[in-house]
């Protein structure tokens, strides 16, 4: 506990004594870039892009809700290059044994998803004990936007973040009043969406209250998902420099995995409470930024892991509770032209409990009951050596209460060359430490294991042109690493060891086009070639989208190719390849009513993402938006 307290004691007085150095106007009133040009995920503050080395693709609002997805995975999945994870549909990812939402990044992640780590606000978001997301608790209603980090981010966020980070970032309120949004859907399989979300503003005083009910029979017998969900959000300016807002989300899903479809289950339920809180405070100045928050994370599951036809029902079912909790402090201040420095402070404690629970009696076995600590301390600096170039260097310094310290370096340059256009080179080190249920929790458990390790090596470019009406970016990269967990036999038992490597490159793509004020055009690509094959992870990935906007009229239409996704690895690997149509389209009677209907995988195509979990075919939803 002192350490803990020394170090907020600390962040607090190094803020403080940049901060009194300061009394110019709020860095916000002196952005003269484009909004779309501005993000967080890559230095903790507010950023140019043209001055940053990695590649970082932003999915705003607008796209998140013309979509009309209760969940952003999918629509990542559309327009984010090099980005997979995987889905049984129609609605809901589930735990455990046949979960689906597994992420992964230029062949980084698998199933279950630990080397790509999932941010809200900068905050880390993993069970505390698996070590993995919880797909079903990303929803768009919390989002503003989402910023993917399409590159090692291991010295801003630590562990997980080997092979990048998906950040969310919550919704803000800008305009004065108050105004509240009603939205309900339904459609296949008995699927029924509904959110209500109401913000305002009032002064220096923020509020955003959400709150969204989910559920589908979905297409397979004992597929059923059901979801209840809250979100707020309150700020307050303290004054034209300081703020200070708080957040608590929390959710509870009921999900069914019928197993596969050669392998069926009955009874494998699961029933899935997750909860975040966090608080920050923030200072805005024009020579200096930053924030010290806190956060907390939690979760309690119970999963029945069912049995198969003609056998015998469970006899106790599982049950687990963990926590996540850090303390975060980052200052950012110009030293003198054309330089940024960033110095951080980050201390998280995470774990939890596991027990079975016996169905006939109520007695309750314990199993597991861990935490672990990380603590670390990184510094960023962003150097402009000529009006064309920027240089930058970052060095994390990471301690984890089981594999030790781990020193985690990155540099890069960015160009900003003539007719709008840049060039960017990138190398950085990711690591992953090993999980709690990989070190202590069932076999092939070993407390020995190492954190994993790579680098990776990026160069792009990117460029705007017919006065920003087109934009693109293409990207080359190639990931080594080692000392990578996997299972090996050990004394004819199954052992998870550091024996894995891993070596993958490729190319990704972007475009899009503003043809005119009515319609709009997009597009991504990727290429990933994986000297060892990853779970989750297509060789060719290529997606193209169109957007119509007429009066009260709006429609969206995109097609996705997937080639060779690896649903399996080993001797007897299996690949899928297709071909998805999904459209939507709105109309706005009034100011107050929006009517829209859409449809997914309108070719009706047989595929899978997961080996023996067909996805549907033909969905189609209607439904009515509501602004008051």
Not at 333 to 349: C, K, M, P, S, W
Not at 541 to 570: C, E, M
Request: proline share 4%; with cysteine.
């Amino acid at each position: 506990m002192t350490r803990r307290t020394n170090l907020l004691a600390l962040a607090c007085m190094l803020t403080a004594g940049l901060c009194a150095h300061e009394q110019g106007d709020s860095l916000r009133n002196e952005k003269k870039y484009r909004l779309d040009e501005v993000v967080v995920t890559g230095t903790r503050n507010e950023t140019d892009i043209r001055h940053l080395p990695m590649t970082i693709s932003v999915v705003d609002r607008e796209k998140l809700e013309q979509t009309y997805r209760p969940n952003i995975l999918p629509t990542l999945n559309e327009l984010v290059p090099g980005l997979f994870s995987t889905s049984r549909s129609t609605m809901g990812y589930g735990v455990s044994t046949g979960a689906a939402g597994g992420m992964t990044l230029r062949g980084i992640g698998g199933s279950p998803t630990a080397g790509l780590l999932v941010l809200i606000d900068g905050h880390p978001q993993y069970m505390g004990i698996m070590g993995h997301p919880i797909a079903d608790a990303y929803q768009t209603m919390l989002a503003e936007r989402v910023e993917v980090l399409r590159n090692p981010a291991s010295v801003l966020y630590g562990s997980n973040a080997m092979g990048g980070v998906i950040n969310i970032v919550t919704r803000k309120v800008e305009e004065d009043g108050q105004r509240s949004d009603i939205q309900m859907s339904g459609g296949s399989y008995g699927t029924f969406q509904s959110e209500i979300t109401s913000r305002g503003r009032q002064g220096r005083f923020t509020n955003i209250i959400s709150g969204s009910y989910n559920r589908s029979d979905g297409h397979r017998s004992d597929m059923g998902f059901e979801q209840y969900a809250g979100y707020a959000k309150v700020g307050l300016e303290l004054s034209d420099n300081w703020r200070l807002w708080g957040d608590a989300n929390i959710t509870r899903f009921y999900a069914s995995n019928p197993g596969t479809v050669s392998s069926p289950l009955l009874d494998n339920d699961s029933r899935i409470d997750r909860g975040m809180a966090s608080a920050a405070l923030e200072n805005h100045y024009r020579r200096t930024s930053g924030a010290l928050s806190f956060f907390y994370n939690w979760g309690q599951h119970r999963i029945n892991d069912g049995y198969a036809p003609g056998s015998t029902p469970q006899e106790a079912i599982f049950h687990s509770k963990d926590r996540m909790m850090g303390i975060s402090w980052y200052q950012s201040a110009t030293l003198f032209e054309g330089n940024r420095l960033t110095v951080g402070i980050d201390y998280q404690h995470f774990g939890g409990e596991t027990w079975d629970k016996v169905i006939e009696t109520g007695e309750e076995i314990p199993d597991l009951d861990k935490s672990m600590d990380e603590v670390a301390g990184y510094i960023d600096l962003r150097q402009d050596i000529r009006p064309w170039l920027t240089l930058n260097a970052g060095l994390r310094v990471d301690h984890h209460s089981h594999t030790g310290t781990e020193l985690v370096p990155q540099g890069g340059l960015a160009f900003r060359l003539p007719r709008q256009s840049e060039l960017r080179a990138m190398v950085s080190k990711g690591f992953r430490n090993p999980t709690i249920r990989e070190l202590y929790f069932l076999p092939p458990k070993n407390d020995a294991l190492e954190a994993e390790r790579l680098v990776s090596y990026e160069l792009s470019f990117a460029q705007r042109l017919l006065a920003d009406r087109l934009n693109y970016s293409v990207s080359l990269f190639y990931i080594n690493g080692d000392n990578i967990i996997t299972t090996v036999p050990v004394d004819g038992r199954p052992r998870f060891m550091n024996t894995g490597e891993i070596e993958n490159w490729g190319a990704e793509a972007q475009v899009s086009y503003r043809l005119s004020a009515r319609w709009s055009f997009n597009a991504n690509y990727s290429w990933l070639h994986m000297e060892q094959p990853v779970i989750s992870s297509p060789e060719h990935k290529l997606y193209a989208g169109a957007d119509y906007r007429h009066g009260r009229w709006t429609l969206s239409t995109g097609i996705q190719f997937v080639d060779n996704l690896y649903t399996t690895v080993g001797k007897d690997a299996q690949t899928e390849t297709f071909t998805l149509w999904n459209m939507q389209a709105g109309y706005r009677f009034n100011r107050f009513i929006h009517l829209f209907a859409k449809g997914e995988n309108l070719l009706a195509q047989r595929y899978e993402t997961m080996a023996g979990y067909p996805m549907p075919r033909a969905t189609f939803m209607g439904g009515i938006r509501l602004s008051l």
